[in-house]
């Protein structure tokens, strides 16, 4: 399983554009990459997950390079309820799934 | 859809007493995970369940923690006996495949 290394947290301010990328630099062929978001008092909810180039849904974009070593998660004018925990996980779900989630980076959405 | 179900959703008890957490997975779910999480880190997986067989239960320490899912829906987590180290959040999560996993509240257990 690929390791992950992304910032411990950030600070933003509501309407910019927050970008949060993470290093998987031992990434495997089958592995996707899948982010999570947390916030307190709750378990992480699923947000957005890619193999390669650009994937965007209704809450973020997620931005691959070519060599996949890593990925950058894009949200677009934060509010203050962006404010959690946001983890990057690196798998392959040919191998029974087994995630593990890292520390995660604390983003902070100020007025 | 009815999400992931906890309970109890806090929990204090005393060190070297016992504690049970109950978890019911989104339905139609084969895959179902209990994972631990200490405050300020991500979740660790204690327990992997494909229906009611173990999948992975390499990071369970098993000289206290017993999980089962009965029937392959239901499942339990029990800690006995109960240490310092042990106060965290219990999160289960259930899946139908393993990048898409829906986690429920958690339970806070706090030992004393």
């Known amino acids: 399983l690929a390791k992950t290394t992304q910032p411990i947290s950030m600070d933003s301010y509501e309407g910019q554009e927050v970008n949060i990328t993470c290093s998987h630099n031992n990434i495997a062929t089958n592995d996707y990459i899948t982010w999570y978001q947390q916030f307190p008092s709750q378990g992480p909810r699923f947000i957005i997950q890619g193999y390669k180039t650009k994937v965007t849904n209704e809450v973020a974009s997620l931005f691959i390079p070519a060599d996949r070593k890593s990925s950058t998660l894009s949200l677009p004018r934060v509010s203050l309820s962006d404010t959690a925990v946001y983890y990057c996980?690196?798998?392959?779900?040919?191998?029974?799934?087994?995630?593990?989630f890292g520390k995660g980076t604390k983003l902070s959405v100020k007025p | 859809e009815a999400g992931v179900a906890q309970s109890p959703r806090y929990k204090i008890i005393e060190k070297r007493q016992s504690v049970a957490f109950w978890c019911n997975p989104i339905?139609?779910?084969?895959?179902l995970y209990w994972y631990q999480q200490i405050l300020g880190q991500g979740p660790k997986l204690l327990i992997q369940?494909?229906?009611?067989?173990?999948?992975?239960d390499s990071q369970l320490p098993k000289d206290r923690f017993s999980a089962e899912r009965l029937k392959g829906v239901d499942s339990t987590l029990k800690i006995q006996p109960a240490k310092l180290e042990d106060s965290a959040v219990y999160l289960c999560a259930s899946s139908f495949n393993p990048y898409t996993q829906y986690f429920g509240p958690g339970t806070r257990l706090t030992v004393l």
């Open positions: 339905s139609g779910h084969a895959t």
């Open positions: 996980l690196v798998g392959d779900a040919g191998s029974q799934g087994n995630l593990i």
């Open positions: 369940f494909q229906n009611n067989g173990v999948v992975d």
